[in-house]
């Protein structure tokens, strides 16, 4: 399990294609729902951001694009790349294609950070972003028995006189729920401790949470991408044990 905070991501102007009612800034806010938007004008729209502190991991939340190109500078010119990558959000399994929502990358630590994301337009010619996060990682144990993961749906469905039913969707927020086991022989108490001294930081504030690290199909591709959530802590019980390892129980739920 991997947490990317705090966030050190902030603006640095706003692309030209911007979509009025859209504005970049909605992308520093907490909000997944609430998006910055483009309409391309050629084959690609350029953003640029800054990252003001140390950083090692950027991720994506609420993305509809198609492909997206992440350039990390560490010069404020843009002229020393330090970390190049293609995040594609096109996938594909029994069921057919679909869009992931999400996207996730880890680079060499800057103590400062200058970033460039380039999204392609050739399909997709109205992307957008809810969240845009980059910052320090922070590692903890996968779940020991894996996470239960369940959706809270907000649609709303009601029973009329006549029999029929009247139904208004809403957005749904994935729910994962799991253990965490800090074994005390491989430095699992320092782990323990500094997870219990996040969750009481944070709060009810939102986090880039990859929720399983590792995980492949049957053929050896990482499942990784299919667990990446932008969330907060809805439980959270810590249990220091005497002997050989702690654990914590804990549910998280998407941030919407």
């Given at each position: 399990m991997k947490i990317i905070y705090p966030n050190h991501a902030e603006n640095q102007g706003q692309p030209?294609?911007?979509?009025?009612?859209?504005?970049?800034?909605?992308?520093?806010?907490?909000?997944?729902?609430?998006?910055?938007?483009?309409?391309?004008?050629?084959?690609?729209?350029?953003?640029?951001?800054?990252?003001?502190?140390?950083?090692?991991?950027?991720?994506?939340?609420?993305?509809?694009?198609?492909?997206?190109?992440?350039?990390?500078?560490?010069?404020?010119?843009?002229?020393?790349?330090?970390?190049?990558?293609?995040?594609?959000?096109?996938?594909?399994?029994?069921?057919?294609?679909?869009?992931?929502?999400a996207v996730w990358a880890e680079y060499p630590t800057l103590p400062v950070a200058y970033g460039r994301l380039v999204l392609s337009?050739?399909?997709?010619?109205?992307?957008?972003?809810?969240?845009?996060?980059?910052?320090?990682l922070h590692s903890f144990p996968n779940p020991t028995w894996g996470f239960e993961e369940e959706w809270a749906d907000n649609s709303i469905v009601k029973k009329l006189r006549v029999g029929a039913k009247y139904t208004k969707n809403k957005a749904r927020a994935k729910r994962y729920s799991g253990g965490l086991e800090f074994f005390h022989a491989s430095g699992g108490k320092e782990r323990f401790e500094a997870l219990k001294r996040f969750r009481g930081h944070l709060?009810?504030?939102?986090f880039a949470l990859k929720v399983i690290e590792g995980l492949k199909d049957s053929g050896g591709n990482s499942l990784d991408q299919k667990y990446l959530v932008w969330a907060s802590f809805s439980s959270f019980k810590a249990v220091m044990g005497k002997r050989s390892h702690s654990t914590v129980n804990l549910s998280i739920e998407?941030?919407?």
């Open positions: 030209a294609e911007t979509i009025f009612g859209y504005p970049v800034v909605s992308l520093f806010n907490p909000h997944k729902l609430e998006v910055w938007k483009a309409l391309a004008t050629g084959a690609s729209v350029t953003l640029d951001f800054n990252v003001v502190g140390p950083s090692e991991a950027f991720a994506l939340f609420g993305v509809e694009a198609d492909q997206l190109e992440l350039y990390i500078f560490s010069d404020a010119a843009r002229s020393q790349l330090h970390h190049q990558e293609t995040l594609t959000t096109q996938k594909t399994d029994e069921f057919g294609s679909y869009q992931a929502d337009t050739l399909t997709q010619t109205t992307p957008s972003i809810g969240i845009l996060v980059a910052g320090p709060g009810a504030d939102p998407e941030y919407l």
